[in-house]
């Protein structure tokens, strides 16, 4: 049984039958079905219907931002900031699918020599709960646009946000079959991966849920995007403007109430700008307004389920037991009813913990920042460097030559500096190390799962060959 339950109030929403066998069959046998006719399609007609997925998610916005605000806790302000991300997605494939598309050519001693990119067919997309519509819509969008057919397996705990996906697919036009949600238990997972009938899998989750994925379809010699956990450093030099500084920190670690991948989970600083910088951020993330979601005024709300709650709070202690001290929060927060039950957490910072503590090897997923002095760009480099993910990195510095080291040796999948790390469809998302493999958005993300065929035509048709001379007797 699938459950979408509030983690506001810990209320039980509604509950799913998971899909029978008979059932998952028939959807596995319509994808299957449609990835041999749906690639046959105009692209033009892909694209109307990527527009129309756009025009539907515009009048759909607070229907929508509600049932992502009830299923999984974040702001009303949050989810709509979602869905407006996702309808740029879906306009920047429409726009320029033709000529992300277009065959590359190659001059060769060849009459003509290209490459051309093909749909695989059908991909499994495995997608987390913390943002339950901008993961699908970030794999969906360059996916259909391509001629490949999708299937998703969303996390349980968004049934709801799954199934209104679907349908806006299915009213958007877009043939039956080309895109299902798929509601089954984690077990029954690994039969649709090993199906003959899916060709690649991708994974946004969790290193463990990565493993897994990655075991299975390897066995089977299918191909694997993965976009995995994140522990990114928000570094801050001297030649850093504070006050913007500050105020970019707060939302880098607090953004999706402190669960995303991508937020900033360790902060650090150059010892002459620590103290301002410290109190500054401490002050600030003090202020923020932590209740109910679906209040304008609310910046903070639960963290998505109680499990996610117990693990941050464990966190906490594990980084005061290191020698960590707690400049602000650090406790699990208790509202009123009808929030008593809520998954509520204080936003927390904490100094002092040493590098080589196993907590600083952690992803954090909450509103928890680890503060860290350095006394050199080396020393930060070094520090930012020391961790199992490499996902993204933001830097603060004013400095032309520090921007150019930070950029060239961050081992990440994105530098941003002076500004927020943040995906866009424009460019390529993903990381190193166990931060995953693979890339999403932008041509990189449209083309991982394509077949980049290459073809070679000798000579042009109609083309006069050389006559052999002939002898006459």
């Given at each position: 049984?699938?459950?979408?339950i509030?983690?506001?109030?810990?209320?039980?929403?509604?509950?799913?039958?998971?899909?029978?066998?008979e059932?998952?069959?028939?959807?596995?046998?319509?994808?299957?079905?449609?990835?041999?006719?749906?690639?046959?399609?105009?692209?033009?007609?892909?694209?109307?219907?990527?527009?129309?997925?756009?025009?539907?998610?515009?009048?759909?916005t607070d229907?929508l931002?509600?049932?992502?605000?009830?299923?999984?806790?974040?702001?009303?302000?949050?989810?709509?900031?979602?869905i407006?991300k996702?309808?740029?997605?879906?306009?920047?494939?429409?726009?320029?699918?033709?000529?992300?598309?277009?065959?590359?050519?190659?001059?060769?001693q060849?009459?003509?020599?290209?490459?051309?990119?093909?749909?695989?067919g059908?991909?499994?997309?495995?997608?987390p709960?913390?943002?339950?519509?901008?993961?699908?819509?970030r794999?969906?969008?360059?996916?259909l646009?391509?001629?490949n057919?999708?299937?998703l397996?969303?996390?349980?705990s968004?049934?709801?946000?799954?199934?209104?996906?679907?349908?806006?697919?299915?009213?958007?036009?877009f043939p039956?079959?080309?895109?299902?949600?798929?509601?089954?238990?984690?077990?029954?997972?690994?039969?649709?991966i090993?199906?003959?009938r899916?060709?690649?899998?991708?994974?946004?989750?969790?290193?463990?849920?990565?493993?897994?994925?990655?075991?299975?379809?390897?066995?089977?010699?299918?191909?694997?995007v993965?976009?995995l956990?994140?522990?990114?450093?928000?570094?801050?030099?001297?030649?850093?403007?504070i006050?913007?500084?500050?105020?970019?920190?707060?939302?880098?670690?607090?953004?999706?109430?402190?669960?995303?991948?991508?937020a900033?989970?360790?902060?650090?600083?150059?010892?002459?700008?620590y103290e301002?910088f410290t109190?500054?951020?401490?002050?600030?993330?003090?202020a923020?307004?932590?209740?109910?979601?679906?209040q304008p005024?609310?910046?903070?709300?639960?963290?998505?389920?109680?499990?996610?709650l117990e693990?941050?709070?464990?966190?906490i202690?594990?980084?005061?037991?290191?020698?960590g001290t707690?400049?602000t929060g650090?406790?699990?927060?208790h509202?009123?009813?009808p929030l008593a039950?809520?998954?509520?957490?204080?936003?927390?910072?904490?100094a002092?913990?040493?590098?080589?503590?196993?907590?600083v090897?952690?992803?954090?997923?909450?509103?928890l920042?680890?503060?860290f002095?350095?006394?050199?760009?080396?020393?930060?480099i070094?520090?930012?460097?020391d961790?199992p993910?490499?996902?993204g990195?933001?830097?603060?510095?004013?400095?032309l030559?520090?921007?150019?080291r930070?950029?060239?040796?961050l081992?990440?999948?994105?530098?941003?500096?002076?500004?927020l790390v943040?995906?866009?469809?424009?460019?390529?998302?993903?990381?190193?190390?166990?931060s995953?493999y693979?890339?999403?958005?932008?041509?990189?993300g449209?083309?991982?799962?394509?077949?980049?065929?290459?073809?070679?035509?000798?000579?042009?048709p109609?083309?006069?060959?050389?006559?052999?001379?002939?002898?006459?007797d």
């Open positions: 049984m699938i459950q979408s509030n983690p506001a109030t810990n209320e039980l929403l509604k509950t799913f039958p998971a899909l029978t066998p059932q998952l069959e028939l959807r596995l046998s319509l994808a299957a079905d449609a990835a041999r006719t749906y690639p046959q399609l105009r692209l033009d007609q892909r694209m109307f219907w990527m527009r129309r997925l756009a025009m539907l998610l515009e009048s759909d229907e931002a509600a049932t992502m605000t009830a299923e999984m806790g974040k702001t009303l302000t949050a989810a709509r900031e979602e407006a996702c309808i740029t997605a879906c306009r920047f494939y429409a726009e320029n699918a033709a000529s992300l598309l277009a065959p590359e050519h190659v001059a060769t060849h009459a003509e020599s290209y490459v051309r990119y093909d749909p695989l059908v991909i499994l997309a495995i997608m709960w913390n943002f339950p519509l901008w993961q699908v819509f794999f969906l969008a360059p996916a646009m391509a001629g057919v999708a299937l397996k969303h996390a349980p968004v049934p709801q946000c799954a199934l209104a996906i679907e349908t806006l697919v299915r009213r958007a036009g039956r079959g080309s895109f299902q949600t798929l509601l089954i238990e984690t077990e029954q997972v690994e039969a649709v090993a199906d003959p899916i060709a690649a899998i991708t994974l946004t989750g969790s290193e463990v849920a990565g493993r897994a994925v990655a075991a299975q379809a390897g066995w089977f010699l299918k191909k694997t993965l976009e956990g994140g522990s990114d450093p928000f570094l801050v030099m001297r030649s850093a403007d006050i913007t500084a500050v105020d970019t920190a707060v939302r880098a670690r607090c953004q999706n109430n402190g669960q995303s991948c991508i900033a989970k360790r902060f650090i600083l150059h010892d002459s700008i301002p109190r500054r951020f401490t002050a600030a993330m003090a923020q307004r932590v209740g109910d979601p679906t005024t609310t910046q903070l709300g639960p963290l998505a389920a109680p499990r996610f693990t941050l709070l464990t966190q202690e594990a980084c005061k037991a290191a020698g707690v400049l650090g406790e699990r927060l509202l009123p009813e039950s809520g998954n509520f957490v204080q936003p927390t910072v904490i002092g913990v040493p590098p080589t503590a196993d907590i090897k952690q992803e954090t997923f909450g509103p920042a680890l503060l002095k350095v006394s050199s760009i080396e020393e930060a070094t520090l930012a460097n961790t993910y490499g996902l990195a933001s830097v603060w510095t004013n400095d030559t520090e921007q150019q930070f950029v060239s040796d081992q990440c999948g994105a530098v941003f500096v002076n500004a943040a995906s866009d469809p424009r460019l390529p998302f993903g990381g190193i190390k166990k995953g693979g890339r999403e958005l932008a041509a990189a449209m083309k991982e799962f394509m077949n980049a065929k290459t073809v070679i035509v000798a000579e042009r109609g083309t006069l060959r050389p006559q052999p001379t002939l002898f006459e």
